[in-house]
């Protein structure tokens, strides 16, 4: 049965933008950031705390998360791979953090330069401090449905690194078809070898779309219990160490897939749609949201 309403997290200006050659404005940002806020998003990922030289983009993270018109009610989050980064938010004031593994050893390596065992030894401290300093901390798989360098990756090995997250205290686990390549029944196989290790309500889907299959393969998992999910406005994206990864599922997309489906998630799609508008405008990018396009002819 479908859930009775679904929790979006926003991930458009952080998997959004971190990806864009040219140089966009902490202030086009921060637009883009209050004008999600407007159209009734209640989650935002909104900036990465990692190296500057791997993901130039990100650069200005602090400038961003200090720089927030922060609204009651609404999560402002970033990306936090180590304690450098976690101690940088903090700085910055940030209450909710990501850490971000995968389930591929070979795209482990490529995106943040360790082993998954290294990657999670590593993670152990981030919790330990963000715990402390009372942050929660959200926790990506990424590769869940296939690596640009592994292949095929098994729905067990998912499951592991998914539990250990948990385990180690993320109070929810992400689960990222990082390259977009899975279908409807391998995603709801999955999400099944997850669901048994960690509480199907504490998984979330954050599907790309480079082959077209994210809509379905969400409505499959809806199918399974889950209910949030994360996507991009405009369907910008992709990630710098998957190469040919296309946008994040558009949040447009999701929203009106989900409105035909009597589903709830508090977002005015007419204000989504023209914060779609606005950031492809302000980047020079097509906007990849077909009913974005669909709703603006
Ligand atoms: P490293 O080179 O192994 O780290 O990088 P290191 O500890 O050896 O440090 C090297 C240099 O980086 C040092 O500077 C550090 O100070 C600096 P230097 O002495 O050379 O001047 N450094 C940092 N600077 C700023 N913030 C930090 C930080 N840490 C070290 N936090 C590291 C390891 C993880 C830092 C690096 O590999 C990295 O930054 N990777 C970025 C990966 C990334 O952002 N990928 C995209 C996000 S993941 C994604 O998109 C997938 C997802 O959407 C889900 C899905 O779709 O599947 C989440
Ligand atoms: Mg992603």
Redesign the pocket.
């Known amino acids: 049965t479908l859930p009775k309403s679904v929790r979006i997290v926003e991930?458009g200006p952080?998997?959004g933008l971190?990806?864009e050659k040219g140089v966009i404005s902490t202030e086009i940002k921060l637009q883009l950031i209050d004008k999600l806020a407007d159209a009734g998003v209640r989650y935002i990922e909104s900036a990465?705390?990692?190296?500057?030289?791997?993901?130039p983009q990100?650069g200005d993270?602090k400038a961003v998360m200090t720089g927030l018109q922060r609204r009651p009610g609404i999560t402002y989050a970033a990306?936090?791979?180590?304690?450098?980064?976690?101690e940088?938010a903090i700085e910055a004031g940030v209450e909710e953090v990501?850490v971000?593994g995968?389930a591929s050893e070979a795209f482990s390596r490529k995106?943040?330069?360790?082993s998954i065992a290294e990657s999670l030894e590593?993670f152990a401290p981030v919790m330990e401090l963000a715990k402390a300093n009372n942050i929660k901390v959200r926790g990506?798989?990424?590769?869940?449905l296939g690596c640009p360098y592994d292949g095929e990756i098994p729905p067990e090995k998912v499951a592991e690194v998914a539990k250990a997250l948990y385990d180690m205290g993320c109070y929810e686990i992400?689960?990222?078809?990082?390259i977009g390549v899975g279908t409807p029944l391998k995603a709801k196989a999955m999400i099944r070898a997850v669901a048994n290790v960690v509480p199907i309500e504490k998984l979330a889907a954050?599907f790309?779309d480079t082959y077209g299959q994210a809509l379905a393969n969400l409505y499959a998992v809806l199918e399974e219990g889950v209910a949030v999910i994360?996507s991009s406005v405009g369907g910008l994206?992709g990630?710098?160490?998957?190469k040919g990864?296309s946008g994040?599922v558009a949040t447009e997309d999701v929203v009106y897939m989900l409105q035909g489906l009597g589903i709830e998630t508090g977002i005015d799609l007419n204000q989504l749609v023209a914060t779609g508008n606005f950031i492809t405008d302000a980047i020079g990018s097509t906007n990849r949201s077909r009913v974005g396009l669909a709703m603006s002819s």
């Open positions: 991930v952080r998997d971190q990806n990465s705390f990692v190296s500057p030289k791997w993901v990100m993270a990306l936090t791979p180590n304690l450098k980064g976690l940088s990501a971000f995968a995106n943040i330069n360790c590593r990506y798989v990424s590769c869940v992400s689960l990222g078809d990082t954050h790309h994360d994206g990630c710098p160490y998957a990864a994040n």
